[in-house]
């Protein structure tokens, strides 16, 4: 055997490797989950329960979903299910932006269920991966309609960056809720490799187990939608918003907010924030009202 077959058989070699390693380990390229919680939604004056809810696992195992239920006095609220992203936890730090936005929620006169997936924050479990976390998101929608005796109607699902993905597969589980607020979302992991990685030696196709595939799911949807995107995104480009709203059913808005980066939509502009989130939520509530 010559050098060069040996060389071409090594090189070989590692890019199987390669390929193997990223197919199996790439929830770990995705998710980037911390433990430790610096705030809490006393942080800013917000009333708040601890919540525990159960998840029985293949193993004969239970797993802990913790989430933190912030309720209005009004008989007559509705509710929010608020998703966050890929990094951190419901606050990783002491002014999380998580927590930001369910202030401008709360201040629209809605109560706000938000949950750590498992593997993040208080929650048990083990790393998280695509199959997890759509679990956790309708373990928690049922604890609303179950525990909480929200009719679906009355529940509006919030996701933000990754929590759109989780989000829209939610409401294809639900499509009577009363819509979906998705901000700063990507269109698919797919997209978001290609974006991130401009030189890819590898099949994505092929790669890929983690899809994410927002910009397929949304075109199944059934309840009105509202897109959200900073157009100094550094993180998810804008057009991912656009090509998602595009796919998009009727009803549905884009708000692009020309001063907002990725994490900062609640801050920078917070009165526009404020006025789409009114308009969209009186719309669409508008025909349950009794």
Request: proline residues 5%; contains cysteine.
């Amino acid at each position: 055997m010559t050098i060069l077959q040996v060389s071409l058989i090594g090189l070989a070699a590692i890019y199987i490797s390669g390929f193997m390693l990223l197919r199996l380990l790439q929830n770990r390229l995705i998710f980037e989950p911390k433990s430790l919680l610096l705030g809490t939604p006393a942080t800013f004056n917000l009333p708040y329960e601890e919540v525990l809810l159960s998840v029985a696992t293949s193993k004969n195992q239970t797993e802990k979903i913790f989430g933190w239920w912030i309720p209005k006095t009004e008989p007559t609220a509705k509710v929010i299910l608020f998703l966050h992203g890929a990094s951190g936890n419901m606050a990783a730090q002491e002014k999380s932006c998580n927590l930001e936005r369910v202030v401008k929620l709360y201040q629209l006169g809605f109560s706000v269920f938000m949950i750590d997936y498992r593997g993040y924050g208080n929650s048990t479990g083990r790393f998280p991966t695509e199959a997890t976390v759509y679990e956790d998101a309708s373990i928690a929608w049922n604890y609303l309609t179950q525990e909480k005796g929200f009719s679906p109607k009355e529940i509006f699902i919030y996701g933000y960056s990754l929590g759109g993905a989780i989000a829209v597969n939610l409401c294809l589980q639900q499509p009577k809720a009363a819509g979906l607020i998705a901000e700063s979302c990507f269109t698919c992991i797919k997209d978001m490799a290609k974006h991130r990685y401009k030189i890819q030696i590898f099949p994505l196709k092929l790669l890929i187990t983690q899809k994410f595939d927002f910009i397929n799911k949304v075109k199944s949807i059934k309840v009105p939608v509202l897109f959200i995107h900073g157009m100094k995104d550094q993180v998810i480009p804008i057009t991912m918003s656009e090509r998602l709203f595009a796919a998009a059913p009727e009803p549905k808005k884009l708000l692009l907010m020309p001063n907002a980066g990725h994490n900062n939509l609640a801050q920078v502009d917070s009165d526009r924030y404020l006025k789409a989130l009114q308009e969209f939520f009186t719309n669409h509530l508008i025909k349950y009202r009794v």
